[in-house]
T-cell receptor, first 109, second 114 residues
């Protein structure tokens, strides 16, 4: 079993839709939770970074962590074609980082 | 400030050959990490170098090796290439640690093994 499980998609939504991306992890030792966005032919860039359970909001993006069920989510409101990318979840603790396989998202105009 | 640069961007090799990839970190960054990204396995950590010393290592065979120079530039070498080594190889630099909010990725080198 992988440390981080993520549905690879692909996921296609119309512009303006709410997007929900999800991951589960197995090791409760990991305390930090991240979402990265990766455009085609680019490296991943950090989108959201959170430590605690609960919600963290940044503009149209909301990261949600439920440590009790080891479940992390990313919500994108009012999705735009420019949000089309691969989204990777990741977990981190003490110089140990593990990534999900990534979900490819396409937002159609 | 210039970002992380990787060369070459694309590479085609045949089985059995070896390959060397290069990474130039952001100026002032002393930590360089390497990752392999494939559709099936996602992003997997290879190793991290800090001040010319390998500080962390992932679960990859000894065919994968690296080094870091005094100017923090890093190279990764893969010997005896296999078809399964076809992947996007990413490097990331950070000032000191692997903390996610300090780490910046380069665009990657796309390696194809025929």
């Amino acid at each position: 079993q992988k440390e981080v499980e993520q549905d690879p998609g692909p996921l296609s939504v119309p512009e303006g839709a709410i997007v929900s991306l999800n991951c589960t992890y197995s090791n409760s030792a990991f305390q930090y939770f991240m979402w990265y966005r990766q455009y085609s032919r680019k490296g991943p860039e950090l989108l959201m970074y959170t430590y605690s359970s609960g919600n963290k909001e940044d503009g149209r993006f909301t990261a949600q962590v439920d440590k009790s069920s080891k479940y992390i989510s990313l919500f994108i409101r009012d999705s735009q074609p420019s949000d089309s990318a691969t989204y990777l979840c990741a977990i981190y603790n003490n110089n140990d980082m593990r990534f999900g396989a990534g979900t490819r998202l396409t937002v159609k105009p | 400030k210039a970002g992380v640069t990787q060369t070459p961007r694309y590479l085609i090799k045949t089985r059995g050959q070896q390959v060397t990839l290069s990474c130039s970190p952001i100026s002032g960054h002393r930590s360089v990490s390497w990752y392999q990204q494939t559709p099936g396995q996602g992003l997997q950590f290879l190793f991290e170098y800090f001040s010319e010393t390998q500080r962390n290592k992932g679960n990859f065979p000894g065919r994968f090796s690296g080094r870091q120079f005094s100017n923090s530039r890093s190279e990764m070498n893969v010997s005896t290439l296999e078809l399964g080594d076809s992947a996007l190889y990413l490097c990331a630099s950070s000032p000191m640690s692997l903390a996610p909010n300090e780490q910046f990725f380069g665009p990657g080198t796309r390696l194809t093994v025929l």
